[in-house]
């Protein structure tokens, strides 16, 4: 009679005929781990090499708005939010940007700007500062155009600001939406922008109050 050994540690033994059986694909899944792994920490450590550099760029940027050298803003600035795009740091290059272009005058390039580069950055700060400048520059083309358009379009930028923000301006730019929607000859969308304010309008700070209430009340 014959007799089959038992082994000692079934569990091992199947662990052991497991790997022998799948090797190579447990290899290949190592292998595909680790290079994951370094995938991950290379883009994490280029992500903070670029932010670092973005930084330094602002830093640029800033002295050179300061001391008024708009045209190394202006090309220097685009080159800057293009390259740096996805960063807080591009975002603030880019308002740097369009206020040049704003005092040269040349409001629809600072419009431009804006409305290319609007993705540059993803705070709600800088959402609410670009959706505020173009609400203001287009109000800036209708008082020069007088084209009713032209106001519509600053309080559906205001409108969008107004949601944009933080409680800090909001209803001073709901104010600015429904005075552009008035301008525009758009009373429907002034009334629907401004009842809001005007029905609590007790806790608005006092000019606030009065400007809304005036406003509201004289829509035709």
Not at 155 to 164: E, H, P, S, V, W
Request: charged residues 30%; aromatic residues 12%.
């Amino acid at each position: 009679m014959k007799y089959k050994r038992k082994p000692e540690n079934e569990e091992m033994m199947a662990v052991y005929e497991f790997f022998k059986k799948y090797r190579n694909h447990i290899t290949s899944l190592l292998v595909i781990i680790a290079v994951a792994i370094l995938a991950v920490n290379f883009y994490s450590s280029s992500k903070i090499r670029n932010e670092k550099i973005s930084a330094d760029k602002l830093f640029e940027i800033n002295k050179a708005f300061q001391t008024g050298d708009d045209d190394t803003v202006i090309s220097k600035g685009s080159e800057y939010v293009d390259k740096y795009s996805g960063y807080d740091s591009a975002g603030d290059m880019l308002i740097l940007t369009a206020r040049s272009y704003m005092r040269k005058n040349d409001t629809d390039k600072a419009i431009s700007v804006l409305e290319k580069n609007m993705s540059a950055a993803s705070n709600e700060t800088f959402r609410f500062s670009v959706l505020n400048l173009l609400g203001g520059l287009y109000m800036d083309k209708w008082l020069k155009d007088k084209n009713a358009d032209l106001a519509e379009k600053a309080g559906d930028y205001y409108l969008k600001a107004a949601t944009a923000d933080r409680e800090l301006h909001k209803d001073r730019t709901l104010y600015y939406a429904g005075n552009c929607y008035i301008q525009a000859g758009k009373t429907e969308k002034a009334k629907k922008t401004l009842k809001p304010l005007y029905d609590r309008s007790k806790e608005l700070e006092y000019k606030l109050r009065e400007q809304v209430k005036f406003l509201y009340e004289n829509i035709n």
